[in-house]
């Protein structure tokens, strides 16, 4: 298929890439134009100056940018130059509200919105391993299931649009929970003199065992939080789930405290840290 995608980070760069390798047509635009070129000039797709230059007459649009407001900013300019019944998927984590928004702007121009978060990370997006939850009419979510698929091990539409940006609510709220918990436990067994590493060997073989504690506790314990999800992410993240859980009257203590300990941790100055480091708040 003719492709775009918008927002070369370290999630959308790689992406990118895969779907230059499957045998699509990609051309990229990001707001930092040497991104784009460095793209263009190791996967041999195309960079463009603008969204509209990049975008023009794409069947699918592919997004992965920052927040609400840049997902609006990049739709507005999408919609009046891509193809004539395009689809829009947008893998940025952003409220279930601009997902919904931004497929009635895509429906009154005759084109398709899908929001489709991501799980997995900087890794899985590299590695073409990532897991995908997906909120759209069934018709588009079809036609850019083979697209998606080229980096993800997984995807799975959870129903109409905005279902996606829901599932990924509660992916960040189980990851939060998850991630304090490895915190405590570490810094526990620190306190009670315990060889840590005997300590993982033992607890990760049962019903603690974890994503997080198999692949952070290690870095946790020397202190190494110079990599992987961003502290300022993740509290963009809870912020987002904390808004919508106050809206359809959830309640999220764990969610809202642990969001808590981030801001102290950003305090720290953490703020581009490794949401692992929740455990330098407890060892401060």
Known sequence: MKTAFIGLGVMGFPMAGHLKAAGHEVAVYNRSPEKARRWAEKHGGFAFATIAEAVSDAEVV???VGNDDDVRDVVAQALPAMGERGVIVDHTTTSAKVAREMAALAANSGRSFVDAPVSGGQAGAENGQLTIMAGGDQAAYDRVLPVIEV???AVRRMGEVGAGQLTKMCNQIAIAGVVQGVAEALHFAKRAGLPTDDVLAAISKGSAQSWQMENR???MARGEFEFGFAVDWMRKDL???LDEARANGA???G????DQFYAEVQAMGGARWDTSSLVARLEK
């Open 62 to 64: 592919l997004l992965c």
């Open 151 to 153: 980096y993800a091990k």
């Open 217 to 219: 506790w290690a870095t």
């Open 239 to 241: 912020c987002i789930a």
């Open 251 to 253: 309640t999220l203590p």
């Open 255 to 258: 969610t809202a405290l642990i």
